[in-house]
């Protein structure tokens, strides 16, 4: 028994071809990427449309302040390389 079924919808020319360029880097077809959203959308019953996607979360936003805060008060620490920041976080 075949429970698949044809969706036609119509988008912008561009938006598709731009799609199925990111789809395929991805290593997916476009197909697998509509599916994964309607399977979201159906699960959580709720759409996100943004017209800034990289926004930072409320949270991150907090964060970048007090590190903002700790650098022009002299509070921030830096380190010489990666591995010595490690090495001062295991002491903490």
Known sequence: MNTHTILNIK???KLKAEA???SA???VPLSTVINAFLKQFVREKEITLSANPLRP???LERILEE???EYKTGQARTFESGDKMI???KDL
Do not use: C, F, I
């Open 11 to 13: 988008t912008d020319k």
């Open 20 to 22: 199925k360029r990111v």
């Open 25 to 27: 880097e991805l290593g």
């Open 57 to 59: 979360t409320p949270y």
């Open 67 to 69: 590190a903002q805060t």
């Open 87 to 89: 090495a001062h976080l």
